[in-house]
């Protein structure tokens, strides 16, 4: 297990993960290939089992982030988020939140009889209770009229006002906006050989919130290594596996960049 540890394995991700220990990973996070919507090198996966491999060796407390969409056919979109979500429950995860990863920036759509899909689901399982939650947090907002608000009562019974700080922090809510495309999915272009990479910041985002520093994240289906890149640079350890040769290529050199920017980092 220690030798795969911050590396690219180039192979099948159901082979590889089967030679996992049990109760080993602390973080899984991926977008694996659904339905018909990109072609991923003309490679498949099995869905059912991989996740029973996935239960295995999560740890108690570890959380899976499944990012994933419905391919529209006929007019009907096919309910495969749904189906898996379920199938994850119903081998023992917990279902413990159904975010939205929303896109900012979608093109226009202008020939269909439907509203613009403008989202993901990015479905939070857990093996038990989350062990590690680190929210975002934002600045709470006022508006003039709610400078004061009633706190409580008083020995006296009378109700004690309170001004509200207007730079509270809340918690941020479970639908994610990003900005997709070159510039912000990522700067690097030649990650883009890649036909369906998700955001940086979104893979951070997640990393951050269900991790600790030092933990192991693990993406199965790591495609162009976005998932090991940002583990790496949130001070993670990361396992990353990808059937397809060129797809290693594209994440083992993006780590090589994050790599010498550390560097560099450290030299100023």
């Not at 977008?31 to 490679?43: A, E, L, Q, T, V």
């Not at 391919?71 to 189906?83: A, D, L, M, R, Y």
């Not at 199938?87 to 900012?104: C, P, Q, S, V, W």
């Not at 759509?109 to 934002?138: A, I, L």
Request: include cysteine; glycine fraction near 8%.
């Amino acid at each position: 297990m220690n030798e795969n540890i911050n590396k690219i394995i180039c192979g099948d991700s159901l082979e590889v993960i089967k030679k996992f220990p049990n109760d080993c990973i602390d973080l899984m996070l991926c977008s694996p290939p659904y339905d018909g919507i990109r072609k991923y090198n003309g490679y498949s996966f099995d869905f059912e089992n991989i996740v029973k491999e996935l239960f295995r060796i999560i740890k108690i407390g570890g959380v899976v982030v499944w990012v994933v969409n419905d391919e529209v056919i006929n007019g009907s979109e096919s309910g495969t988020s749904f189906k898996q979500a379920l199938y994850f429950k119903e081998i023992g995860f917990n279902l413990h939140d159904t975010m939205i990863y929303a896109k900012k920036n979608t093109p226009p759509q202008p020939n269909t009889k439907r509203y613009e899909q403008r989202f993901e689901y990015m479905f939070v399982f857990c093996k038990g209770m989350p062990k590690v939650f680190n929210p975002s947090m934002k600045f709470k907002e006022y508006d003039d009229k709610r400078k004061m608000k009633a706190v409580n009562r008083g020995k006296d019974g009378k109700i004690v006002m309170k001004k509200v700080n207007h730079r509270d922090y809340v918690k941020v809510g479970n639908i994610w906006f990003y900005a997709t495309g070159y510039g912000n999915t990522t700067k690097e272009g030649f990650a883009f050989e890649h036909p369906a990479m998700f955001p940086e910041q979104l893979a951070k985002d997640n990393i951050m919130t269900w991790s600790n520093e030092g933990d192991l994240v693990l993406d199965p289906m790591c495609g162009s290594g976005t998932t090991c890149k940002m583990a790496k640079q949130s001070l993670r350890n990361f396992i990353g596996i990808e059937i397809s040769e060129e797809y290693c290529k594209i994440a083992n050199k993006r780590l090589s960049q994050q790599t010498l920017i550390e560097l560099k980092q450290k030299e100023d």
